[in-house]
């Protein structure tokens, strides 16, 4: 109850929550009604196998359905290949991490990278 509390309050002040690995470990659907959680992140164990496993397709496109339906954001993990990508895409899938899209950077570089593509950068109304 405390951490629900002080996540409102925060939460409150523009705050926004995302749930990590969604899809293995602790992660529940309970914590979706109980916690200020805008952003889903979607465990790359199941995107890394979208293409191949069946059920890790269909828990992957059950958690992009979910999220619309409870007007969250979405993030997968994980995108190592075009063909990843064209699946997240296909299901309404809009944001996404991995080394497809960017290796990981250092600080300069992350600037740098930033500065020369601002269009690429989301627009929030704070």
């Given at each position: ?25 602790y992660s529940s659907l ?59 895409t296909e299901r309404s ?34």
């Amino acid at each position: 109850d405390l951490a629900t509390q002080t996540m409102d309050k925060i939460s409150a002040r523009g705050v926004r929550f995302a749930i990590d690995d969604f899809g293995t470990g602790y992660s529940s659907l309970a914590r979706l009604k109980r916690f200020p959680v805008s952003t889903l992140k979607i465990d790359r164990s199941l995107i890394r196998d979208v293409l191949t496993d069946a059920n890790d397709a269909a828990v992957a496109e059950t958690i992009l359905a979910m999220g619309r339906n409870l007007g969250l954001e979405i993030v997968a993990e994980g995108i190592e290949e075009q063909a990843q990508l064209d699946f997240l895409t296909e299901r309404s899938c809009a944001r996404g991490q991995g080394f497809f899209l960017g290796k990981p950077m250092d600080v300069e570089t992350a600037k740098r990278f930033l500065e020369q593509n601002r269009e690429l950068i989301p627009r929030r109304d704070v």
